[in-house]
């Protein structure tokens, strides 16, 4: 029986979480340091919140525990969007949207077949199940792409009615997103359960928790991400203004690692032990969840929260980004092997994509 895998211990960025309150009151103008500091004291509150979400799908069963698993997979990212769509900063959000893609299926991705690579001479995973996933990745790349298309074809007389077309595209997404999960947790939930065996499996100790400790811990983390997150966003402009970044480099790079950095971690060590399906589904699956699920429900939220709804229209340069991301990723997903030069040849993609937004103009 394969040994378990252990998660790196981010719990010591913790410290930052005091320091950031206290800055927020004592030194507001500090944005640069209160929105670097707001980004450390996340990390490991997301490990927190993964950790209980998975306690507290121990005691739900397998069906409803892999839809919470599903569902908070990407809480973090999920909460900091929302405080940036509360405050109006529609850019931001969409950013940090795109970057969260490509940095699942490029950088943790990479990062994984690279490290697992390493001594090996290939590594190998189910090919059904990760061609399973691409396919839903081009799903996401087409609702990029044509809402993108509808907004420069259609002219300015199209413009008041693109809010109706990505409402109406996100519902389809999010019904697909569900009809996935019934693919993956039910009909053919043994494509998904290879060598690398369930997500939940990484934890070093299978004991079953206290379902109530379980469920306060999740409780404090959400909260406490919140707290942080809206303190983040509050910061960002005036941060990124004072880094000399743009708000899109700092959506789709900064803000979109720090989201899930805790599951990249996760992802690289069970690359690490060879238990690539593990790592896969890790990298892409959380892709597929920010596409699917993350991407509309913000949508169809906008409508009630937020100065004005949000559309799906992203930037020429974030489409172009997810397009090719995907493509480089089922080409290599599609075979069922890697190996550590497929891992670099990602991160590769990650790097030249991330000089790029960083010189393009805000």
Same mark, same amino acid.
């Given at each position: 029986m394969p040994g378990r895998l252990s998660r790196p211990?981010?719990?010591? =960025? *913790? +410290?930052?979480?005091?320091?950031?309150? /206290? %800055?927020?009151?004592?030194?507001? $103008?500090?944005?640069?340091?209160?929105f670097i500091g707001a980004c450390l004291a996340i990390l490991p509150l997301a490990g927190w919140m993964g950790r209980a979400t998975e306690h507290v799908a121990e005691h739900t069963g397998e069906g409803i525990g892999g839809l919470l698993n599903a569902t908070f997979g990407n809480a973090a990212e999920l909460i900091i969007a929302l405080m940036a769509l509360r405050a109006g900063l529609h850019d931001v959000v969409k950013a940090s949207l795109t970057g969260s893609i490509i940095?699942?299926? =490029? *950088? +943790?991705?990479?990062?994984?077949?690279? /490290? %697992?690579?390493?001594?090996?001479? $290939?590594?190998?995973?189910?090919?059904?199940?990760?061609?399973?996933?691409?396919?839903?990745?081009w799903l996401a790349a087409i609702a990029l792409v044509l809402p993108a298309a509808y907004h420069h074809l259609s002219g300015p007389a199209g413009?008041?009615?693109?809010?109706?077309?990505?409402?109406?595209?996100?519902?389809v997404l999010l019904v697909i997103y569900g009809l996935s999960l019934v693919f993956s947790l039910r009909t053919h939930r043994a494509l998904f359960t290879g060598a690398g065996g369930d997500v939940e499996t990484i934890e070093p100790d299978r004991r079953i928790?206290?379902?109530?400790?379980?469920?306060?811990?999740?409780?404090?983390?959400?909260?406490?991400?919140?707290?942080?997150?809206?303190?983040?966003?509050?910061?960002?402009?005036?941060?990124?203004?004072?880094?000399?970044?743009?708000?899109?480099?700092?959506?789709?790079?900064?803000?979109?690692?720090?989201?899930?950095?805790?599951?990249?971690?996760t992802a690289v060590v069970a690359a690490r032990k060879d238990r690539m399906d593990l790592s896969l589904g890790i990298a892409i699956g959380s892709s597929v969840q920010i596409a699917l699920f993350v991407a509309p429900f913000l949508v169809l939220v906008s409508h009630v929260l937020g100065p004005r709804p949000m559309d799906l229209v992203f930037s020429p340069a974030e489409v172009l980004a997810v397009v090719l991301a995907v493509a480089i990723t089922g080409q290599i997903a599609g075979d069922g092997e890697s190996h550590w030069l497929e891992g670099a040849q990602l991160l590769a993609v990650y790097v030249i994509f991330a000089i790029v937004f960083y010189f393009l103009p805000g």
């Open positions: 211990s981010l719990d010591w =960025l *913790l +410290v930052f979480v005091p320091l950031v309150a /206290a %800055g927020e009151m004592l030194a507001p $103008r500090a944005h640069t340091a209160i940095g699942n299926i =490029l *950088l +943790v991705l990479g990062a994984s077949a690279l /490290a %697992g690579g390493i001594g090996r001479d $290939r590594q190998t995973f189910n090919a059904v199940a990760a061609r399973s996933q691409a396919t839903m990745l413009v008041a009615r693109e809010i109706d077309l990505s409402t109406e595209i996100a519902a928790r206290p379902l109530g400790r379980a469920v306060l811990v999740l409780l404090v983390a959400t909260g406490l991400i919140a707290w942080m997150s809206e303190i983040l966003v509050g910061s960002v402009e005036q941060a990124a203004r004072d880094l000399g970044m743009t708000d899109l480099f700092l959506g789709v790079i900064v803000v979109a690692i720090i989201g899930n950095a805790a599951e990249h971690g």
